[in-house]
Structure formats: C-alpha cells, structure tokens
C-alpha cells in the first residue's frame, strides 16, 4: 500500500508560479512511477506529467511543455511539479499518481494509486 498526500497548491495571477510536492508512504516509492494529473470542473481527469522509476526520462502534456517540470527526490520520498508562467487554464485539482510500472502512462485508469488532491486557481 502506498500512501500519496499532495500539497502546495493556490491561488496565482497568470503569469505566477507555483510548486507542488507529493510525499509517498508505505512501499517504498522506488518501486513505482510517479504522474501528475489534473481535473477541472466538468472534464476528464488528465494526464500533466510523469517521471520514470528511475527518474531518468520525464514526459509532458503537449499543454504545459517548457512551462511545468516534474522532479523527484527519492530520499524523500517525493515528487515535485514546479509550474511557471501560469495560465487561468491550469485551473484544475491536481493529483498525484504511482504505477507500479518503469516508465507513467497518460491513461489515469491504470494507475495504482491516488493522492486526494490539491486545488490550483489561476486568476487572469
């Protein structure tokens, strides 16, 4: 069992930045891929960004390219997704995720866990 928690979410003006963490617990982290989705009101859960178990290849929605990143710090246990130049679009829950595979997918239904969330409000 693996446990997510997200925090550092808000609320920024366009153009503002902020930084999420996901701190995992239980299993060790190592063992799983790591993902950010979000959801914004009446749409589908979407694929943000996803770093490999190994930490070596990173991937991105076309949408956030060259505007968000996806870090790890395996020492602790955490997943970073620092977001820059904010955009009212970036609105949305975001999510963390682990798959017990080596490389994340974008498809939120095969993941093995969820972290609860963390509201993102982006004001223009």
């Known amino acids: 069992q693996v446990r997510l928690v997200e925090s550092g979410g808000g609320s920024v003006q366009a153009g503002g930045s902020l930084r999420l963490s996901c701190a995992a617990s239980?299993?060790?982290?190592?063992?799983?891929?790591m993902a950010w989705f979000r959801q914004a009101p009446g749409k589908d859960r979407e694929f943000v960004a996803g770093?490999?178990?190994?930490?070596?290849?990173?991937s991105y929605d076309d949408s956030v390219k060259g505007r968000f990143t996806i870090s790890g710090d395996n020492a602790k246990n955490t997943v970073y997704l620092q977001m820059n130049s904010l955009k009212p679009e970036d609105t949305a829950v975001y999510h963390c995720?682990?798959?017990?595979?080596?490389?994340?997918?974008?498809?939120?239904?095969?993941?093995?866990?969820w972290g609860q969330g963390t509201q993102v409000t982006v004001s223009s």
């Open positions: 239980g299993r060790t982290s190592s063992n799983y891929a």
């Open positions: 770093i490999s178990r190994s930490g070596g290849s990173r």
């Open positions: 995720a682990a798959i017990s595979r080596p490389i994340p997918s974008t498809w939120p239904n095969v993941y093995d866990y």
